[in-house]
């Protein structure tokens, strides 16, 4: 089944100790992207990648790094999460060209 | 950077109606327009999504239609049912290149609650 996998699906933290949430996809798609969605905001990017090797930073990076080392994963690492990163977080891809992005179902971090 | 404004923020209907949900965007550059729902407990899906080359495009009881001069789209819903209940999401990209590419700016969502 064609999908993106996110891990975990829930995580309760303490500030300041350094996270990873991992993303996988089965489609081979070039584009994967991080977002966080808050109430009253909507969804907003973190960073993207356009292939192995490159990122770019969305909307909102500060406190956010990103690797791209496979085409397939794409984690998400917060170095010292602060409460202010307590949030709903998708992870998504799709394939070069016009597309829209197919999410995850999402981890859902709270950072005490 | 692009800014998507999207409203209703909430909005009611009884089976059967239509809903209309309205999004503005301000960059001229932004030629990708994909609408999202996205069901409690689950990631956006992507339901519809319409091109800058093109003023509306239907897909069975959903349509978008597209304004490029005045840089606003709608999503259009016709005779919902309770299934359509469900937070949409719009949103803008541009996708022909530039530093803008791979970017993806959402709008702040729609809460739809269709009333059996």
């Known amino acids: 089944e064609a999908q993106v996998t996110q891990n975990p699906r829930y995580l309760i933290t303490v500030t300041g100790k350094k996270l990873t949430v991992t993303c996988s996809q089965n489609?081979?798609?070039?584009?994967m992207s991080w977002y966080r969605q808050d109430p009253g905001l909507g969804l907003r990017q973190i960073y993207y990648?356009?292939?192995?090797?490159?990122?770019d930073k969305g909307d909102v990076p500060e406190g956010y790094k990103v690797s791209r080392k496979e085409k397939r994963n794409f984690p998400l690492i917060l170095e010292s999460p602060s409460p202010n990163q307590t949030s709903l977080y998708f992870c998504?891809?799709?394939?070069?060209?016009?597309?829209?992005?197919?999410f995850g179902s999402g981890t859902r971090l709270t950072v005490v | 950077g692009e800014n998507v404004e999207q409203h209703p923020s909430t909005l009611s209907v009884q089976e059967g109606d239509s809903a209309v949900i309205k999004c503005t965007y301000s960059?001229?550059?932004?030629?990708?327009f994909p609408w999202y729902k996205q069901e409690l407990g689950k990631g956006p899906q992507l339901i519809i999504d319409?091109?800058?080359?093109?003023g509306e495009k239907k897909d069975q009881r959903i349509a978008v239609t597209l304004n490029k001069t005045a840089k606003h789209f709608s999503l259009h819903i016709t005779e919902t049912q309770p299934e359509d209940s469900a937070v949409y999401f719009c949103?803008?990209?541009?996708?022909?290149?530039?530093?803008?590419?791979?970017?993806?700016?959402f709008g702040q969502g729609t809460i739809l609650t269709v009333h059996p």
């Open positions: 319409i091109r800058s080359n093109v």
């Open positions: 489609m081979n798609h070039e584009y």
């Open positions: 960059d001229s550059a932004s030629n990708y």
């Open positions: 990648s356009m292939n192995v090797e490159v990122t």
């Open positions: 998504a891809s799709r394939p070069a060209g016009v597309h829209g992005y197919t």
């Open positions: 949103a803008a990209s541009h996708n022909a290149g530039g530093t803008s590419y791979g970017k993806l700016t």
